[in-house]
Nanobody
Framework: QVQLVESGGGLVQAGGSLRLSCAASGRTFSRYAMGWFRQAPGKEREFVAAISSSGSSTYYADSVKGRFTISRDNAKNTVYLQMNSLKPEDTAVYYC??????????????????WGQGTQVTVSS
């Protein structure tokens, strides 16, 4: 069982930056692949970024590639999402997720077993 708590969301102007953090409970964090997803009002939850259990492989949605960076610190049981050059269309609730499936890192919500409560990111124009 893994419990996830996101933080770092807020209101930022277009072009600004935010760093989201997701703290995980448990002693086996380093065995989980981690993902970030987002959901805007009236839209389905969509993939943003994912990282392998070791941190050696990362994956991004085309819409955030070059602007967002996912990273993890297994010693701190934390995964991060650095978001730069934010756009109004990045406005959403951002969720982190964990899965013990490490052979192939999932990029769909169905691939993840544990979810945080979400943190709101609002980008004003």
């Amino acid at each position: 069982q893994v419990q996830l708590v996101e933080s770092g969301g807020g209101l930022v102007q277009a072009g600004g930056s935010l760093r989201l953090s997701c703290a995980a409970s448990g002693r086996t964090f380093s065995r989980y692949a981690m993902g970030w997803f987002r959901q805007a009002p009236g839209k389905e939850r969509e993939f943003v970024a994912a990282i392998s259990s070791s941190g050696s492989s990362t994956y991004y949605a085309d819409s955030v590639k070059g602007r967002f960076t996912i990273s993890r610190d297994n010693a701190k049981n934390t995964v991060y999402l650095q978001m730069n050059s934010l756009k109004p269309e990045d406005t959403a609730v951002y969720y982190c997720a964990a899965t013990p499936r490490v052979v192939v890192v999932p990029i769909t919500p169905k691939g993840y077993d544990y979810w945080g409560q979400g943190t709101q990111v609002t980008v004003s124009s």
